[in-house]
């Protein structure tokens, strides 16, 4: 916001007959089975790691090995790290939860929906989203 000035959004009400019409979501049983099998997965991948077990624990080399962005992923991530002004340590943990959300969806490669989901994670994640207006 400037200084001195207000903004100012409307934001358009939505029709009853829209909000009618929502589907009820996944069931948690079915977020359930796929947090299972995204488990089997990641104990399956680090099996021959010792003391890892899953995404969240791998070291910078195993970043490289499996979760390596291709290079429109590479590309929107350089440019995510630039406007949020993100850490290198920030790279690495978008990368990790990338790498997860593709397990979630049992994707073999980390893809840009999936970049792009773990960054708009980080973004909220970060406690001053409010005073940056987002």
């Known amino acids: 916001m400037l200084e001195g000035k207000s903004a100012i959004t409307e934001i358009q009400a939505v029709p009853f007959s829209e909000l009618s019409k929502i589907k009820p979501g996944e069931p948690s049983t ?7 099998k995204a488990r089997l997965i990641q104990e ?26 291709d290079a429109a992923s590479l590309d929107m991530l350089r ?15 978008i990368l990790k939860v990338a790498r997860t959300i593709a397990d979630l969806a049992g994707s073999e490669k980390v893809q ?23």
């Not at 079915?30 to 299972?36: D, L």
């Open 30 to 36: 079915s977020h359930r089975e796929r947090v299972i």
């Open 44 to 69: 399956e991948r680090f099996k021959d790691y010792k003391n890892v077990h899953c995404n969240a624990q791998m070291t910078e080399q195993m970043l490289h090995k499996f979760a390596e962005p």
């Open 79 to 93: 440019m995510a790290m630039e406007r949020l002004k993100l850490s290198a340590r920030a790279y690495s943990r």
């Open 112 to 134: 840009s929906q999936h970049i792009a989901e773990a960054i708009g994670y980080r973004n909220l994640d970060r406690g001053d989203w409010a005073e940056r207006g987002i």
